[in-house]
């Protein structure tokens, strides 16, 4: 029976038919595909608030994992298209929530002047609440045009499988859906939401740290820079390291890119234009589609990447690559 095995396995090579060995994992490989964006509002009309949406959808029509962004003060929901355009090729319906109060609307108006003053009036505790209740009234919508048979979006999107990322005050706002609260009673978690990306994350303005972020049980993955202060407020760089240490509940993985600044995360360019190129971007794109791959997808290989050498491969010798121990489980 062996002789016959290894005849039967040589007249198979012969003619090409040995298997390839496996493809190695890769999150920056993508198909040569061009992903076309659409936008959409969706009224609150409990809250009387408008909220602007782009989504980034992938190829095919089956429903794709959802992916949601908040962006920074000041920003809009045609920010950062790197990350949408990337995110979608690699099979994610990805969606871009503007938050009315504290997007593009706030200095675009102003005088020259009087931008800072009025940037430094939206990051209010009223717009930190506003943008938490945004993104249920974006999850409610989404899950009504995903059943409805005649919208652009209906039976692309597998709500199953939710993640939330953001920056900067979007990092927060993330921060907060993900679990953080001084106390349960205050907590503004979202339920449906299985993995949080936060860039440029930032501490509990007051309270114990420990306490505040003891209710994130999700996974998350932090990103920050040696130089990631704030434009706005008096957040430095070493404040953004007091996050990690705290998630003690969920895995969790954090980088500090070596001389990376506030902006080295975001892309102002309207959508559909070409990605950044410093090497953040890059890095980016890799680390947070391993995350993603790893917990909402639940590939093995992805969590392997991350947990091996393999991540530091698309960073350099200054930058930190870590995890909590939770994180190898």
Partial sequence: MKSIAVWVLAMAATAGFVAAEPLAYDPLKVPEVEIVSKTFEVKDAGRNRTLPIRVYLPEGKDAAPVILFSHGLGGSRDNSPYLGNHWAKRGYAVVFVQHPGSDESVWKDAAMLERMGAMKQAASIENYLNRAKDV???????????????????????????????????????????????????????????????????????????????????????????????????????DRLKVFPHLNQAPAWQVVFDQATHMDFGQREKAGSAAGSTRYHKAILALTTAFWDAELKAKPEAKAWLNGEKARSVLVAADRWESNGKAKE
């Fill in 136 to 238: 249920p009234a974006v999850i409610d919508a989404l899950t009504r045009w995903n059943g409805e048979k005649d919208h652009a979006l209906s039976g692309r999107l597998d709500l199953e499988h939710l993640g939330m990322s953001g920056h900067s005050f979007g990092a927060q706002t993330t921060q907060a859906l993900a679990g953080q609260g001084a106390r349960p009673r205050l907590s503004l978690a979202e339920p449906r939401i299985d993995a949080a990306v936060m860039m440029s994350p930032s501490p509990p303005a007051i309270g114990d740290p420990a306490k505040s972020f003891a209710g994130i049980k999700i996974p998350c993955l932090l990103l920050t820079g040696t130089r990631d202060d704030s434009p706005i407020g008096n957040t430095t760089p070493a």
